[in-house]
């Protein structure tokens, strides 16, 4: 008898100071965490770790909050997540950290805020580095002071291209000179048997090939069919149209002032940076099935029949003869914050480069466009 009362307070006693201790709230919205750190909302920010959101807690796009700091150079939000013990070495699903998201939009300042604070120039393995970024991006400064740091030339991002091959690609003439000088090994060659001199030949930068290649080297180039050096998929940076009504979208929707007119011309600019559509029945050999019609939440209940006898199944949005006792529930279409379609527009380039289908991210910015507040 004794135990058993000995056990009964034991247990109350845990459930008094269990009682007393602070509720952990739960972490926000994914989407509604992603905006509050583009916006530069700090005090939201930090009201959200005092309650026990972690560090590195993922936003729908982009990745932590310190990465989508990063992204935006925002310094101070840097600071406080790393204050709070983010991890600047800790990477997206895309193999990319806060220094190389830095890096690509060309903020310096906080390449060296970052590298002051725990991330990595040189990372092990083929992974982005910044200085891929930078040189992909046409950031001719920032890429002196990475090499000047100590950042490789001859890095390999996951397919194996080095910046100087990216520099190729994208006709980076100035960038392209200053990783020769800086030790650039011309004779590499990608996991596809690619070399900056093969890229620049695709891509019809044949001022950049010739700096790459000896004279004979390049002789031979010139001669050789065009057809050799593979079909050239070019990778068009976002123009600053685009980029601009994006920046005015997230600021009317910070400032809850009306976008329709806004979004009316993103979704214009769009469509004309993709070009015309593609046909959507054909890929290479292999034909396409047409995606199956949204579908819908059914919950079907008896009147008579008590709780928990409710029946949940998924229909076709347009399947035929409603149902006599079901109640259709269409989930609501989250909002879609502007970096997710700069960031979708990003990952598409990265993949051309890459030389990685788009197709899957295409409709990705598809939808995203449509779900655009």
Do not use: C
Request: net charge positive; no cysteine; proline share 7%.
């Amino acid at each position: 008898m004794s135990r058993t009362i000995g056990g009964f307070l034991a247990g109350a006693l845990a459930a008094f100071w269990l009682a007393l201790a602070p509720a952990q709230a739960a972490s926000p919205d994914p989407v509604a965490f992603g905006v509050a750190v583009e916006r530069g909302d700090r005090r939201q920010v930090e009201k959200w770790l005092d309650e026990g959101m972690p560090p590195d807690y993922q936003a729908d796009r982009i990745g932590t909050g310190l990465m989508i700091a990063a992204w935006n150079g925002d310094i101070p939000m840097m600071e406080l997540f790393v204050g709070r013990g983010a991890n600047p070495r800790r990477a997206n699903r895309n193999g990319e950290q806060a220094l190389q998201l830095a890096a690509w939009n060309g903020h310096a300042a906080a390449v060296r805020w970052l590298l002051e604070h725990g991330a990595v120039l040189n990372r092990d393995d083929k992974n982005w580095g910044a200085l891929h970024y930078a040189v992909f991006n046409g950031h001719l400064e920032l890429a002196r002071e990475l090499i000047a740091r100590g950042a490789d030339v001859n890095a390999r991002s996951p397919n194996g291209s080095t910046p100087l091959m990216m520099a190729a690609r994208e006709g980076r003439d100035e960038i392209a000179r200053l990783l020769l000088e800086s030790g650039a090994d011309t004779a590499l060659k990608s996991d596809w048997g690619d070399t900056a001199l093969s890229f620049a030949m695709r891509y019809a930068h044949y001022k950049l090939g010739q700096m790459i290649a000896s004279p004979e080297e390049f002789e031979i180039a010139v001669k050789a069919p065009k057809e050799s050096f593979g079909e050239p998929v070019r990778s068009v940076a976002a123009p600053s149209q685009i980029e601009e009504l994006l920046r005015q979208i997230r600021e009317a929707n910070a400032s809850g002032a009306e976008t329709v007119e806004l979004r009316r011309k993103l979704h214009a600019a769009i469509a004309e940076f993709r070009g015309p559509p593609k046909p959507q029945g054909l890929a290479g050999p292999k034909v396409i099935k047409a995606a199956p019609p949204p579908k819908a939440l059914v919950i079907t209940a008896k009147r008579a029949q008590p709780k928990g006898g409710e029946r949940v199944e998924v229909v076709p949005a347009d399947g035929g003869k409603a149902v006599p006792g079901t109640v259709k529930v269409t989930p609501a279409q989250p909002a879609v914050s502007p970096s997710r379609i700069a960031d979708i527009l990003r990952q598409i380039r990265v993949a051309e480069a890459q030389g990685q289908p788009t197709e899957a991210l295409r409709r990705e910015l598809d939808e995203a466009m449509a779900k655009l507040k």
